[in-house]
């Protein structure tokens, strides 16, 4: 079943934060994020699996609340090239078969 | 290894014909997948594979979809009697095994089709 992801779109100015959440109605085992430019393929940031801690990957975190089944990522100090738009794939049963949100779209302004 | 690679990466038929698309996943990875995108959504499952064994197809796919990946390398995925709703990128990617992957997946720059 597919995740829910929120905001849909976002715009940012360069050094500015935002979150985005990815939320699920059934138990899951992980969350994957990844982001995807125009034209590109969708590209891996990161994973977060249950019980585990949260992640970074450069000014890029996120967060796995186990309890409410939701995700979020958090863009810090955001830069131009954050822009993008950034899914969330969830995975339920320990198979590494994910369905993806609808996506969050974000644009980063000078 | 120059990652996930698809063919053609346009392909415009008309409605009825069938469409094959090619995927070669990173050599060492014995998980291919398949996607479908369309505009302003997210990926689509459609099947994946362990190695040459397909382990699940999506209920939403159609009987007119099918998929293989002989001697566990490339996969092809054939589209028989296009219709237009048959219209998106087509995405693939690979991966390791699940057991400690902490990698995610590798996406190929996907396959747009165009059924006229």
């Known amino acids: 079943q597919q995740p829910v992801q929120s905001p849909q779109a976002v715009i940012l100015r360069e050094g500015e934060d935002a979150v985005i959440n990815c939320s699920s109605s059934?138990?899951?085992?992980?969350v994957h994020w990844y982001r995807q430019k125009h034209g590109e393929a969708p590209v891996f940031l990161m994973i977060?699996?249950?019980?585990?801690e949260q992640k970074g990957h450069e000014k890029i975190s996120a967060s796995f609340n186990e309890k409410k089944q939701q995700s979020s990522l958090y863009l810090t100090a955001s830069q131009l090239s954050y822009s993008g738009t950034y899914f969330c794939?969830?995975?339920?049963?320990?198979?590494?078969?994910?369905?993806f949100g609808a996506g969050t779209t974000v644009t980063v302004r000078a | 290894d120059t990652g996930v690679s698809q063919d053609p990466r346009h392909k415009i038929t008309k409605r009825g014909q069938n469409v094959t698309f090619r995927c070669d996943p990173i050599?060492?990875?014995?998980?291919l997948y398949w996607y479908r995108q369309t505009l302003g959504q997210g990926p689509e499952f459609l099947t994946y594979?362990?190695?040459?064994?397909?382990?699940?197809k999506s209920r939403l796919l159609s009987d007119r979809f099918s998929a293989e990946r002989p001697k566990g390398s490339f996969s092809t995925l054939e589209i028989q009697r296009t219709e237009q709703g048959d219209s998106a990128m087509y995405l693939c990617?690979?991966?390791?095994?699940?057991?400690?992957?902490?990698?995610?997946?590798?996406f190929g720059s996907g396959t747009r089709l165009t059924v006229v």
């Open positions: 594979f362990q190695n040459e064994a397909q382990l699940e």
């Open positions: 990617a690979s991966s390791a095994s699940p057991t400690g992957n902490l990698y995610g997946y590798t």
């Open positions: 977060l699996l249950k019980g585990g």
């Open positions: 794939g969830t995975e339920l049963s320990n198979d590494y078969k994910l369905s």
């Open positions: 050599s060492e990875h014995n998980r």
């Open positions: 059934k138990a899951l085992y992980s």
